[in-house]
């Protein structure tokens, strides 16, 4: 019997207090699902998303577009480029002991104190100092000890891996002490911002380079479904806070209009990009192209971004609907457009990085998702009303899913089959 196998049988039989060794989990493992582990983990890696979009919100409407965006992306790719590579992390070597399980305590608590570190970095920078992102560094670094501790683990468990596992610690603890010096030295915000962009590049480059040492176990439907439940979750975010905010507004009855946009508009958005979302199987894809993770982990990055930024968008419509808001309709309308358009593009990335090859079908598509995006920011700027600006924009998900159900369907299977021989048949 394997070490994974073998570990297999103690996950099954171990007494709750027990320490397992981490000697690699079987990647052809049937039925292998999320643990609810992993997905309180990703509740918690939401919430922290939200607050980093609703700091967004607040910046947006502020005026004040480039700090909000340029800190909202930090900390969204801080805050889900840990929780990807902590998922591969679990997906290869879980077994779910209580080692396992204060880590990711460790790791939920770092993420949340990352959002709350938002706030202090936006004031530093209205305030024309050093860059105040303690906070969040302190919040990232803690996340990272906790996956430093598990390579530990692993290296210690499995001679297998144990190579791989080291040079995942030795990146780790570079990129910490960068980030560390970084945030506490007294430098100027210019030249902390070039170090932020180095050290990001760093970590978005030491997994492709530890991997070169030997791949580690993780399993292909667990890691699709990994990356579609987040989708799922940041979706639903957007509903709620959509429709929080919407409900402030029906006290009013000559608001109802723009109620009913922003509400139709936040549900139309979050069902399309669903729908599109999920005609692709990733997992099967994964199973014979284990190299393609990394670059879909770090395309869904984006898209996490964009769907979270549209819940900060239609926020902001409809608070903008109550009078509230300094922002003209443009802005507002562009606010929301922009991160739908953006989401569009991803998924369409993704599928395209999965399944490749031209296909003029899904040019003419993405040229019409712009020309809706452009249209709503248009009829905005013109003087068309919040309401109809927003239902042009809430079509947007829904060219891909007109197009897959007239045509898409019937070229995606031969082409997905063409590539997975091709994939198969690769030395």
């Known amino acids: 019997m394997s070490a994974a196998h073998e570990n297999e049988a103690v996950r099954g039989r171990r007494a709750p207090h027990g320490l397992v060794p981490l000697t690699g989990r079987d990647p052809r493992e049937a039925e292998r699902a999320g643990s609810p582990l992993e997905l309180i983990f990703d509740l ?29 992306a930090f900390a969204t790719f801080g805050i889900t480029w840990a929780w990807w590579s902590y998922s591969q992390l679990l997906s290869a070597f879980d077994t779910d002991d209580w080692g396992v399980r204060l880590v990711t305590l460790m790791q939920m608590a770092g993420v949340l104190v990352l959002a709350l570190g938002i706030a202090p970095m936006v004031a530093s920078v209205d305030a024309g100092g050093p860059l105040g992102n303690q906070i969040m560094v302190l919040g990232y670094v803690f996340m990272r000890v906790g996956s430093i501790i598990l390579w530990l683990r692993v290296a210690r468990s499995s001679p297998e891996y144990r190579t791989t596992a080291l040079a995942y610690v030795r990146a780790l603890v570079i990129s910490q002490l960068g980030w560390v010096l970084q945030a506490f030295l007294p430098l100027p915000a210019g030249v902390s911002f070039v170090l932020m962009g180095i050290w990001l590049l760093q970590e978005v480059a030491y997994p492709l380079l530890a991997e070169r040492q030997g791949r580690i176990p993780w399993h292909s439907l667990h890691m699709a479904e990994r990356l579609s439940a987040f989708v799922i979750i940041t979706l639903g975010e957007v509903v709620l806070g959509t429709f929080t905010a919407v409900q402030a507004e029906l006290s009013e009855p000559d608001r109802w209009a723009d109620a009913a946009a922003v509400g139709a508009a936040g549900l139309s958005l979050a069902f399309g990009l669903w729908w599109i979302y999920f005609i692709v199987p990733v997992g099967e894809v994964f199973a014979v192209r284990r190299g393609a993770l990394h670059w879909m982990g770090l395309a869904h990055i984006v898209l996490y971004g964009s769907i979270a930024a549209i819940g900060a968008g239609l926020h902001l419509a409809a608070t903008y609907a109550e009078g509230e808001e300094g922002l003209g309709a443009t802005a507002v309308v562009l606010a929301v457009a922009l991160p739908a358009t953006l989401a569009v593009v991803m998924v369409f990335v993704c599928f395209t990085a999965l399944v490749p090859g031209f296909d003029a079908f899904h040019l003419l598509l993405l040229a019409l998702t712009f020309a809706l995006g452009a249209a709503a920011v248009l009829l905005a700027a013109s003087g068309a009303s919040l309401g109809v600006c927003l239902l042009v924009v809430m079509l947007l998900p829904w060219v891909g899913v007109v197009g897959w159900e007239l045509k898409g369907h019937r070229d995606m299977r031969p082409r997905l089959e063409r590539t997975l021989a091709a994939l198969r048949v690769r030395p």
């Open 44 to 72: 918690v890696a939401v919430v922290a998303v939200s607050i980093a979009a609703s700091n967004l919100e607040h910046l947006l409407a502020e005026g004040h577009w480039v700090q909000g965006i340029g800190t909202f």
